[in-house]
């Protein structure tokens, strides 16, 4: 079993920029395949960025490629979310998860942070 906690959030402008953490604790985060989510007020939760460690691959939804980094650190079992180029759009509570699979949908992501809130103001 794994905990998390995300932390980085806050308000910014639009253009710029925040760093989001995801502390794992009980189980190193390189176990999972990890995920970040985002959810704004009233819409559906929503697919940010992931990697599957098994594939050393990472992805990213289209809305934030180029703008959006996921790295991890192995030595603080810490996940990152760089994240450049804020836009209004991109206000939400962002969530990080571990899971067995990679999956946009957030299905077989089994465990899940609080979340942070980021809010971009134009």
């Known amino acids: 079993q794994v905990q998390l906690v995300e932390s980085g959030g806050g308000l910014v402008q639009a253009g710029g920029s925040l760093r989001l953490s995801c502390a794992a604790s009980g189980r190193p985060f390189s176990s999972y395949d990890m995920g970040w989510f985002r959810q704004a007020p009233g819409k559906e939760r929503e697919f940010v960025a992931a990697i599957s460690w098994s594939g050393g691959n990472t992805y990213y939804a289209d809305s934030v490629k180029g703008r959006f980094t996921l790295s991890g650190d192995n030595a603080k079992n810490t996940v990152y979310l760089q994240m450049n180029r804020l836009k209004p759009e991109d206000t939400a509570v962002y969530h990080c998860?571990?899971?067995?699979?990679?999956?946009?949908?957030?299905?077989?992501?089994?465990?899940w942070g609080q979340g942070t809130q980021v809010t971009v103001s134009s």
């Open positions: 998860a571990a899971g067995r699979v990679y999956n946009p949908s957030g299905d077989g992501y089994d465990y």
